[in-house]
């Protein structure tokens, strides 16, 4: 075997490992009830029991069955012998509904542009084909994410995704083969939403040479107030001499632009602001009361912008990564923040502070604040701050 065809074997063979952690994610998330790697079926009355095949079956609760097919590299002549057993696969199994072939999300522009113009072409009717889609790997899981999730109302279904978004970054910066691509830099190793891992480690300025083991999870201690702290995902880094670091990430996965942030009563904005400026917290407690700019004295927002004009930074930092406030600085207060767009599949991270100064930059909204100010509920009891997310 040529050094090349050494290669695509090598990268081959670690895309499929890595599907089969992408399905174990699926499976743990509840998204499907199992899967099975290597499927094969036959026409009846024929000897070839196992002449249609596909790397992957998936099974959904409800008994839906979705066939998989993986490749590193745009091949047409290849796609046409998977139409031909996507299409009998699909005519002898009854349950099977889809079926797709999935690409690495590694793959440069220019080798994406293959697979993403004759998926455009499919979904265009210029071609007949019996694969359902082309698509990455980020997009793949999506698909499964929104079958799995159909029967939800709307609420529930972002309550969901963004819960499982935490335990897909966890998988993501603890999987062991995108430490193994990251730590040699092999072409030839693909990972798991590896794109969103690198970002994350480059963002946390780690020495790959130096680095042993990367742990995440999401199980992070309530605040001592009994709330939930802005810390969504903890990671910590063994380096090679066995000393450690954590890492705090807030997650936010969105598909509109402004949403709610941070939720307090109008005096805990004082006692972590400036306890001691009773101006600013009277007028904090105006607006609680009212619920809205309108309903307060012409006066008192003046002096409400004016008290909460140096504090602005703080208020930032502490609204959206808990900087500030109650817990442990190391473990709840959170360092970076990674959004996610539903709409765009895209991702960018930040760390608070630079986050916080882009969001300074941003338009002034109430009180001559980034953030849009209401109430959750009755109003009267908390103040909720919204912002816009994609930065």
């Not at 029991?49 to 596909?54: D, G, H, L, P």
Request: charged fraction near 25%; glycine fraction near 6%; charge should be negative.
């Amino acid at each position: 075997m040529s050094s090349s065809n050494s290669d695509k074997s090598k990268r081959g063979n670690s895309l499929q490992r890595v599907m089969y952690y992408l399905f174990e994610l699926s499976q743990s998330l509840g998204y499907i009830k199992e899967f099975e790697s290597n499927y094969s079926i036959g026409k009846p009355g024929y000897s070839d029991s196992n002449q249609f095949k596909a790397p992957y079956i998936i099974t959904f609760y409800d008994k839906t069955e979705w066939i998989v097919y993986t490749t590193t590299s745009f091949r047409g002549d290849r796609i046409k012998g998977q139409y031909w057993d996507a299409q009998n696969i699909k005519e002898l199994n009854d349950n099977v509904k889809k079926a797709f072939l999935v690409y690495p999300d590694s793959l440069n522009e220019a080798d994406k542009h293959d697979f993403v113009t004759r998926d455009n072409k499919i979904h265009s009717k210029g071609e007949y084909a019996t694969i359902d889609a082309l698509l990455s790997q980020d997009s793949f899981f999506n698909r499964i994410e929104q079958y799995a999730l159909q029967t939800l109302s709307t609420s529930q279904q972002k309550d969901k995704e963004g819960n499982n978004f935490e335990k897909r970054v966890v998988a993501t910066l603890s999987n062991p083969i995108n430490l193994e691509k990251w730590k040699t830099q092999d072409l030839m190793i693909e990972g798991l939403h590896y794109h969103l891992f690198e970002e994350i480690v480059s963002i946390f300025n780690l020495d790959r040479t130096k680095v042993k083991i990367i742990n995440s999870n999401n199980k992070i201690e309530k605040l001592p107030t009994g709330g939930m702290p802005k810390t969504d995902v903890l990671t910590k880094v063994t380096y090679d001499d066995e000393s450690e670091e954590y890492f705090t990430i807030s997650c936010k996965r969105c598909s509109s632009n402004s949403v709610s942030v941070h939720q307090y009563s109008a005096d805990k904005f004082a006692d972590v602001l400036d306890p001691d400026n009773s101006e600013l917290r009277r007028t904090l407690n105006e607006f609680q009361q009212h619920g809205n700019k309108s309903g307060m004295a012409k006066q008192d927002v003046q002096i409400l912008e004016k008290e909460l004009k140096p504090h602005l930074m703080k208020l930032c930092q502490w609204a959206l990564g808990g900087i500030g406030g109650d817990g442990n600085p190391e473990t709840q207060w959170a360092q970076f923040i990674l959004v996610y767009d539903n709409n765009t599949e895209d991702f960018t991270i930040h760390t608070t502070d630079d986050y916080c100064t882009k969001l300074l930059a941003d338009k002034k909204r109430s009180f001559n604040t980034p953030f849009s100010w209401t109430y959750q509920g009755k109003r009267g009891t908390n103040i909720q701050l919204k912002c816009p997310i994609n930065l």
